[in-house]
């Protein structure tokens, strides 16, 4: 037990000193090439042409997994701290924009597919699982939560009454538009397209648009009838 205690400070030692060494060198001083170079013994896996900007904070990279051709951002976040199970999985050619955040609490696996956009300020938090597809695009300011307080007991404080937490799951070409929240328990099926606003608390079937608060299905793509506004 001990052993395994020194060897994670060890380890978050070992990370802090890459990180902030390299982390604010910006890319006038070749920092993205030094960082996919020297960054790459850190993480569970890290593929090849990796992009990641100055600023980006990384916490438990040992749990971290990146794919090929992967953008990360100036001012990202990726923490995967807290649980010896947590895991972070980014697939070939994510891109997540300035200022997103994902990060786990216990037992939290985030898996984000191949080709998936994330815009900038968006918030991606367990510790429920969370399963985003491939060619998703969530737009700037969502939110995606997989979990949710208790607060049945009026005798007790709602932060201790702890948390549930089912997991989300974000099937294949979803399109959130912006300020999208997602809770936890919710599917959204492949094909998608949530508009700006929206909360969804419950399941979307594949290829419907959704919108409002809490979001309905007003229109399925497949259909004859499809929708002509934007959704954000």
């Known amino acids: 037990m001990m052993k395994e205690k020194y060897s994670q400070k060890l380890q978050r030692l070992q990370e802090l000193l890459l990180t902030t060494i390299l982390g604010d060198i910006p890319k006038i001083a070749f920092g993205p090439q030094l960082r996919r170079l020297l960054y790459r013994n850190l993480f569970a896996v890290m593929g090849k042409q990796v992009y990641i900007q100055h600023g980006v904070e990384f916490i438990n990279t040992s749990a971290i997994e990146i794919g090929h051709g992967t953008h990360i951002f100036k001012d990202v976040r990726l923490d995967a701290k807290g649980h010896p199970n947590n895991r972070i999985y980014l697939g070939n050619q994510v891109a997540l924009e300035r200022n997103v955040d994902i990060g786990c609490l216990k037992d939290t696996y985030i898996y984000i597919g191949d080709e998936t956009f994330i815009a900038p300020n968006v918030c991606i938090a367990g510790p429920g699982n969370i399963r ?6 969530i737009a700037s300011h969502s939110g995606i939560y997989a979990n949710s307080h208790n607060f049945a007991d009026t005798s007790i404080p709602i932060k201790d009454q702890g948390t549930t937490c089912q997991g989300i799951v974000i099937e294949d070409d979803c399109w959130l538009g912006h300020g999208v929240t997602v809770l936890d ?3 959204i099926g492949k094909g998608s397209v949530i508009g700006a606003g929206a909360v969804v608390n419950r ?3 594949p290829y419907s648009i959704a919108v409002g608060i809490p979001a309905k299905v007003i229109k399925s793509r497949i259909s004859k009838e499809l929708l002509t ?4």
Do not use: F
């Open 132 to 137: 985003i597809g491939k060619q998703c695009m």
């Open 185 to 187: 328990g919710v599917t």
């Open 203 to 205: 399941d979307i079937p």
């Open 229 to 232: 506004s934007s959704p954000g």
